[in-house]
């Protein structure tokens, strides 16, 4: 299973960006998937998740309101829609793929489980 994460950047506060996990190697349209993120010093943190047919979707607290997540299964890719950037959502963005669980399950994957792209670099200036 290959997870491929893109669209990071440095943007200024209030600004959008749009990162994508494209997943090859899965069954995708079987496979509920998420996005994590981890800022320096801290630990990785649950930030958006989405079923495997969008019929479920779950955020953090931190990020309602603001970031949307969705998928497209015909090009095995899922999204994260990020607007209204601040300077707390500065982290290396993780996308990450998991058979079947709900949304909540998919919250508190870890490392050790299911499988994980690279991570995207996210950096919000003032």
């Known amino acids: 299973v290959q997870l491929q994460a893109s669209g990071g950047g440095l943007v200024q506060a209030g600004a959008s960006l749009r990162l994508s996990c494209t997943a090859s190697g899965l069954a995708f349209s079987e496979y509920t998937m998420g996005w994590f993120r981890q800022a320096p010093g801290k630990e990785r943190e649950f930030v958006a998740a989405i079923t495997w047919t969008s019929a479920y979707i779950n955020y953090a607290d931190s990020v309602k309101g603001r970031f949307t997540i969705s998928r497209d299964n015909t090009k095995n890719t899922v999204y994260l829609q990020m607007n209204n950037l601040k300077l707390e959502d500065t982290a290396v963005y993780y996308c990450?793929?998991?058979?079947?669980?709900?949304?909540?399950?998919?919250?508190?994957?870890?490392?050790?489980?299911?499988?994980w792209g690279q991570g995207t670099q996210v950096t919000v200036s003032s």
């Open positions: 990450a793929s998991k058979w079947r669980v709900t949304v909540q399950t998919m919250s508190g994957l870890t490392p050790s489980f299911g499988s």
